[in-house]
């Protein structure tokens, strides 16, 4: 992932001006360590801190098309660039890069080019014949995006809160699947799939169909020019993405330049769920794999860093993204880039398991269509930012552009959780992957109940952070909650702590808007509560709230907001985290 920051139509052009632009942009230069560029054009500033994943020799930016009065700066990869070259046969490319592809396409299609690419990305052109400007951002949102206003007229963009927040008097989330222009002063959404209507398809399950669109989605997101592994926790989707990756390297130019045995990183507590299936499926797979284990005591300390890093004070994406921002500085220490991840695959086939509880299939469809529209602010936000904190990319195949049209347009009914059928949650996904003769995965794996990731790192690693929550914030803090944080008020000790630490960063108003809030059960939006009325009385985004559904679900009596009894002496029990992995990269140069 790289980092972008624009600054459009400041009226001010002076040195000082570049010099504050400057500033700001190395707010993202965890981002983008490898290089940095700045383009101004009168009042008009577009800066770059590039991560070199393809054509790392020649692909810096700002990119330009041929006469350079076209001008981009972009976060993200363009998987079909080559295709995409081949189409503009009159045009001259500067470099290798991926992205050089985004002037080009303008200059022949102008604003409406946008649906032709498939990839993540955010970008913002500025044309210079006719001083207007666009800016994008991918489909579900994988990239993160923001804008913002300054009182001097000035319109800011840019990959983080933080560069832009000081400087704009208001400031939002930049919509996923939408475009900015400059010539209307407005947004319009540029992806429209069918689904996102929320039509209930009809569309038979073919789950050699749905294999494949996988697989493609996976092949695609093997272009890099430089060393790369996968993520691997041992669940369904971080399983597959594994199996599938491995099962394609051999032959791919990326097996030709860094070797074709693939590389694996999973994180935990010693002794997590996650650890051991992540050992056993790196077993099968024959993997190179390394193990980060950390304490309880390791993520309370980066519990600050954290919440600087994804700009959120959720309680599921701290939680979350606290083992990953720890591992990801373990991977990108070895050497490696950029990983693949298995984010989506929840929101799409109804994953999580409250899912169990869905009356219908027309309540179950319109609940995955919430949840993917909402991934930008949870699943998305967390897997960019705890990456991108250590200048490392995730790519996230089940989210393809192409794959979830694919996956969205199959019958609800195929979906649904029925364990008279010995249907578990995701059944078609894992059916899919079921061959006997040339088998993915070993059964149990392919068949494992859903953790969800804070979960499967290790238990206690939540009991852990409520015990903390308790010692840090009083009862009588929580009496006036209400009025200390009149906006998504934090109902637990647990939120109270991340929302202060939060507001010290980003005190701004408009900062405490981005992010979502709302009652949750096990990851659910507010509305899936509904469908059991016991759960209203144990609202906690973990999946083990999903009581009689989680094989380790909480204690039925087990207060929301309290520490679950535990004695802070959990908190450093095992040793501080260390890497247990096999021996060097051996990644061939």
């Known amino acids: 992932m790289c980092g972008i920051l624009a600054v459009l139509g ?16 190395r707010r993202l230069k965890h981002r983008g360590p490898d290089w940095s560029g700045l383009y101004q054009y009168g009042d008009n500033y577009l800066s770059h801190q590039r991560l070199a994943i393809i054509d790392p020799a020649s692909g ?13 700066t972009v976060n993200g990869e363009i998987y079909n660039h080559e295709a995409l ?68 007229g000035s319109v800011w963009i840019s990959s983080e809160m933080k560069g832009l927040n000081d400087d704009c008097e208001h400031f939002e989330v930049f919509p996923p699947g939408h475009l900015y222009s400059s010539k209307t002063g407005g947004f319009k959404r540029w992806y429209n799939p069918p689904w996102f209507s929320e039509v209930v398809p009809s569309t038979p399950y073919d789950p050699l169909v749905l294999r494949r669109a996988f697989e493609d989605a996976v092949i695609k997101r093997l272009m890099t020019d430089v060393p790369f592994g996968v993520l691997l926790s041992g669940g369904l989707d971080s399983s597959l993405v594994a199996s599938v990756t491995a099962r394609h390297l051999a032959g791919t130019k990326a097996a030709r330049q860094w070797g074709a045995q693939l590389h694996s990183f999973c994180v935990g507590l010693e002794g997590s769920p996650d650890l051991k299936a992540g050992r056993e499926v790196a077993d099968y797979l024959g993997t190179v794999h390394h193990e980060f284990h950390f304490t309880v005591q390791d993520g309370i300390d980066a519990i600050e860093d954290v919440i600087y890093h994804i700009e959120s004070y959720d309680v599921t994406t701290i939680r979350a993204s ?5 591992m990801s500085r373990k991977i990108k220490s070895l050497g490696v880039k950029m990983v693949i991840s298995g984010e989506g695959s929840d929101e799409i086939f109804g994953g999580y398991l409250y899912f169990h509880k869905a009356p219908n299939k027309e309540e179950f469809h319109r609940e995955t269509c919430h949840k993917i529209k909402a991934l930008h602010q949870y699943d998305c936000l967390r897997a960019n ?6 200048g490392l990319e995730a790519r996230v195949p089940f989210l393809d552009k192409d794959f979830i049209n694919i996956a969205m347009s199959i019958d609800p009914e195929a979906k649904m959780i029925n364990m008279d059928k010995k249907r578990i949650e995701k059944w078609i996904l894992r059916r899919a992957f079921d061959d006997e003769v040339n088998p ?13 990731f804070s979960d499967g790192v290790g238990y206690s690693w939540i009991d852990g952070l409520k015990a903390h929550a308790e010692l840090h914030v009083t009862d009588k803090m929580m009496l006036h909650a209400t009025h200390i944080f009149p906006h998504n008020t934090p109902v637990t000790k647990e939120a109270y702590y991340y929302r202060m630490i939060f507001e010290r960063f980003f005190p701004q108003n408009s900062a405490k808007l981005t992010v979502p809030g709302g009652a949750s059960i096990a990851c659910s939006t507010a509305k899936a509560i509904e469908w059991d009325a016991s759960w209203s009385n144990n609202l906690d985004p973990s999946g083990r709230a999903a009581l009689g559904v989680h094989n380790a679900a909480y204690k039925q009596n087990a207060a929301s907001g309290g520490a679950m009894n535990l004695a802070p002496t959990i908190i450093d029990d095992v040793p501080r985290m260390r890497d247990i992995s096999a021996p060097g990269l051996a990644i061939r140069g």
């Open 322 to 326: 606290t083992p990953m921002f720890l």
């Open 385 to 390: 930012k705890s990456t991108s904190a250590w």
């Open 10 to 25: 400041c009226s001010d052009d002076s040195q000082a001006k570049r010099v504050r632009v400057l500033e700001l942009s």
């Open 85 to 152: 070259r081949k189409s503009l046969p009159s045009h001259t490319f500067k470099t290798g890069s991926d992205c050089d592809v985004i002037a080009h396409l303008y200059e022949e299609h102008g604003e409406n080019f946008v649906d032709m690419l498939d990839g993540m990305f955010s970008f913002v052109l500025l044309d210079t014949r006719n001083n207007t400007y666009i800016a994008a951002r991918d489909a579900i949102g994988i990239t993160s995006l923001y804008i913002g206003w300054g009182l001097d």
């Open 60 to 72: 810096d930016q700002p990119l330009f098309n041929e006469d350079e009065t076209i001008v981009v």
């Open 440 to 452: 993915y995965l070993p059964k149990h794996i392919l068949y494992r109940q859903k953790e969800q």
